[in-house]
């Protein structure tokens, strides 16, 4: 089994249960789709950036993470570079193939970059540069996926294992995406 570096989740299984099932959503969500059945972990494989923007004369950094198998998650945003200590090495097929080329992923980022700093206002952007940086490694974003269901297909819902939070359509496509293209290649 294929051993893989992830940032260190902020979230247990039995806590991810408990979130995934518990409150009016969890019993909102068991009516609707059937009571949760099983959860399983899940690592989506980011590569980090070290962006630099250039606006005004004003310089600014920060460090984003684009998903790398396909690129079309938001960015992962970093407070700091993760530390040692907040990654753990983990054995797992339960993670899709990057498959993105690098200097694509660099492209996405600047361009992502872009899109949100002109939604906060095209006529701010003065004398506009953005470089991006790889930063070696890559590193996977752990998640907690629920499936649940009673009896026709199953339905699931992801939680950010880190940030405690539950993702919405485009990781759930990715997730979806990378099962059923699995599924096919099993014997």
């Known amino acids: ?18 979130q995934l099932s518990a409150g009016a959503l ?19 494989p980011f590569q980090l950036f070290r962006v630099t923007i250039t606006n005004g004369g004003k310089q600014h950094e ?10 079309s998650l938001d960015p992962y945003r970093f407070d700091q570079l993760p530390a ?10 339960n993670t899709p193939t990057a498959s993105l080329d690098p200097e694509l992923a660099k492209g996405l980022v600047v361009t992502k ?20 940086e790889p930063l070696p490694g890559e590193i996977c974003v752990p998640y907690w996926v629920g499936f649940r269901g009673k009896g ?5 819902s992801v939680l950010d294992a880190v940030r405690r939070q539950v ?21």
């Open 1 to 18: 089994m294929p051993s893989i570096r992830s940032l260190r989740p902020n979230v247990s299984r039995e806590e991810a249960v408990q």
């Open 26 to 44: 969890g019993f909102l969500r068991d009516r609707a789709f059937g009571p949760l059945r099983s959860v399983a972990d899940f690592y989506i």
């Open 62 to 71: 920060q460090i984003l993470g684009i998903d790398r198998v396909n690129g």
């Open 84 to 93: 040692a200590s907040d990654i753990v090495c983990v054995a797992t097929r």
């Open 113 to 132: 970059v872009q899109r949100v700093l002109f939604t906060t206002g095209f006529f701010r952007m003065r004398g506009l540069h953005i470089s991006a």
């Open 152 to 156: 026709g297909p199953a339905r699931f």
């Open 167 to 187: 993702e919405g359509s485009r990781v759930k496509f990715l997730l979806q995406n990378w099962l059923t293209s699995h599924s096919e290649t099993l014997p």
